[in-house]
């Protein structure tokens, strides 16, 4: 009974009319298009290569792309197109797991934040404020660093600064959403605080939520790859988009191919991401400003 | 607007208090145990026991934590940063002699950064759905996601190895901040142009507007007396939160181009597990950008005078 006269009061954003939105904006089309080609070619990655990405061919070093290189070589003789299709895995893995993480620890802290007010979130705001005095990821190039190079410590120091972006948005939809009629009706049914944030609040504020993510994986491996690129992330001789870039640098003048590839790679993938997050921005339109 | 200040200091006063306290942890990040790796740089690999005991006593880290962070605390309040591990020399004066160069570049690449989004932001939001304006933005989007570590390769690549007009690395004259100026800048610029844009549609917009243009004025008049102005406030809280990008970028712009700035100083220090140097760059980029937010945001709220009121 309850459920029942909740749902007839709220409204979140409904799937089918968000998706009849999303497809009129061509370029975010183009993007889920090439997101999902890019997780098919990561899945696939071991059918798709034509070598063993970390196979040395000494022989072969420096080769321009062309004949069973398509991609050329790199300077120990490996296949620069088997590294990238290989690289795009690690790429997509620290883009789903660090915005998984940074969003639902940032839309759990947002919600508690913005719905039970007072000191708890006078404390998770300035917890937000700290992190943010930090300039970008200056702080996550610290922590990779003295921690160690490896994939899971860029992952852990993105997640570890990357809420706060989540938590403050999550909390302005939560005092805005938090005075509206199902609330109150949820509330003089009985309802705890719990079943309040979780079964009510929750669902009319993932629409913000849902923009930042896909926006969030354009940065994310932005991020990711200057750090790699750094020498901080995934170290030889695993292939990834940042690190190869780095690789390249010293060869530019007898092998650019180094350079272009990787980089035209992370460049398409967060373009990608970029398009979708705007198409989304724009066809949840009327529940982002709906809240307002 | 004297309680929005006092409110602002005493706000920025403990969030850099905090920043001191999550800088000071940070050598507790380090795997094992951080008076080893000191000893170690210092002794070489084979350390004795003994020696790295001394170390610890040394650097005081036999000491509780707490300890250890008031007399690192209060170091730093007298300007004594610790002495670098690499160099020899104070903490302090190695952040000094960096810092110019970052500033320089800074400025250069937000200057790049200006002069590209302003006029693009204009030109999009005033000829609207128009073939430019959708030339502009798909540029802007093409900026925000390319990477700056391969446009400066990129530039590197066409400009330096291939048409020799610009050095490759240091510093010096003009030509050697060109290319580090326009990597750093482009970025920020991509972002600049899309704001400029939307804040001069959402004036254009605005109840005055229409009253302008129903009073018979020329649509040059309407954008130039009326519409930029206030367009141009929310851009320049825009250029204040791209500081944080600026200083970000300068991390790998300074590396990319052998550029002697304060982004470089922290890179090198982290590899060679420069603690003290890791701290003290660490700590003093925080400050400068919260000193920054505080600044442009007094500005923000001197030039529209409606957020003086409602801040109080």
Redesign the interface.
């Known amino acids: 009974m309850h459920d029942v006269v909740v749902k007839i009061i709220e409204s979140g954003p409904p799937f089918l009319e968000t998706v009849k939105r999303l497809k009129k904006h061509k370029l975010a089309v183009a993007g889920l298009v090439i997101i999902l080609a890019l997780s098919l070619i990561a899945l696939f990655a071991p059918f798709i290569a034509p070598h063993d990405p970390n196979k040395l061919h000494l022989a072969h070093r420096l080769l321009s792309p062309g004949g069973d290189y398509p991609m050329g070589t790199d300077n120990l003789g490996r296949c620069l197109f088997s590294r990238l299709v290989f690289g795009s895995r690690v790429t997509l893995l620290a883009g789903f797991c660090v915005v998984g993480i940074t969003s639902t620890v940032g839309v759990v802290l947002g919600i508690i934040a913005g719905y039970r007010g007072g000191l708890i979130d006078e404390f998770i705001m300035r917890c937000v404020d700290v992190l943010l005095a930090f300039p970008g990821i200056i702080l996550a190039l610290v922590i990779a660093g003295i921690m160690g190079p490896s994939l899971f410590n860029v992952m852990f120091a993105l997640s570890l600064i990357g809420w706060t972006s989540y938590a403050r948005v999550v909390r302005g939809a939560v005092l805005s959403v938090k005075e509206r009629e199902f609330v109150e009706a949820a509330r003089s049914l009985g309802a705890s605080d719990n079943r309040i944030m979780l079964r009510h609040i929750l669902p009319n504020v993932l629409a913000p939520v849902i923009v930042m993510a896909t926006l969030g994986m354009a940065h994310v491996i932005l991020s990711a790859a200057a750090l790699s690129f750094l020498g901080l992330g995934v170290q030889p001789p695993n292939a990834e988009w940042g690190s190869m870039l780095n690789a390249g640098r010293i060869f530019m003048r007898t092998a650019p191919h180094m350079t272009v590839f990787p980089g035209l790679a992370i460049m398409l993938t967060v373009l990608a991401f970029n398009f979708l997050g705007d198409g989304l921005r724009d066809a949840l339109d009327p529940w982002l400003n709906n809240n307002n | 607007m004297a309680h929005y200040l006092l409110r602002r200091f005493c706000?920025m006063f403990?969030?850099?208090l905090?920043?001191s306290i999550?800088t000071f942890s940070?050598?507790h990040?380090?795997?094992g145990d951080p008076a080893k790796l000191i000893a170690e740089k210092k002794y070489g690999d084979n350390v004795t026991a003994e020696a790295v005991e001394l170390v610890r006593s040394e650097m005081g880290l036999d000491r509780p934590v707490f300890i250890q962070y008031f007399n690192w605390m209060a170091g730093i309040l007298r300007g004594d940063f610790g002495i670098s591990s690499s160099t020899g020399r104070p903490v302090w004066d190695e952040i000094t002699s960096k810092l110019p160069a970052t500033v320089e570049l800074a400025l250069a690449a937000m200057l790049v950064s200006l002069i590209i989004a302003i006029p693009v932001g204009i030109l999009s939001a005033v000829k609207q759905y128009s073939i430019m304006d959708s030339a502009c933005m798909l540029g802007a989007?093409?900026g925000?996601?390319?990477?700056?570590?391969?446009l400066g390769?990129?530039l590197?690549?066409v400009f330096s190895?291939n048409l020799g007009w610009f050095p490759v690395y240091g510093r010096g004259d003009l030509t050697q901040l060109i290319l580090p100026a326009l990597t750093l800048g482009t970025g920020i610029a991509a972002v600049t142009a899309r704001l400029t844009r939307s804040s001069i549609l959402e004036t254009l917009k605005q109840d005055y507007i229409r009253t302008a243009r129903s009073k018979g004025l020329a649509e040059r008049a309407v954008i130039n007396r009326h519409a930029l102005k206030n367009a141009l406030i929310p851009v320049v809280t825009v250029v204040g939160l791209q500081?944080?990008?600026l200083?970000?970028?300068a991390?790998?712009v300074e590396?990319?181009f052998a550029w002697p700035g304060l982004g470089r100083l922290?890179?090198d220090s982290?590899?060679a597990r420069d603690f003290s140097v890791?701290q003290g760059c660490?700590f003093f980029?925080?400050v400068m950008?919260?000193i920054v937010n505080l600044l442009v945001d007094i500005i923000y709220v001197w030039l529209d005078p409606r957020i003086r009121y409602e801040a109080g």
């Open positions: 706000s403990f969030i850099l905090c920043v999550i940070l050598m990040f380090v795997p989007m093409l925000v996601s390319m990477p700056n570590f391969w390769l990129l590197i690549l190895v500081i944080g990008s200083l970000e970028g991390v790998v590396v990319i922290l890179y982290i590899f890791i660490v980029i925080a950008y919260v």
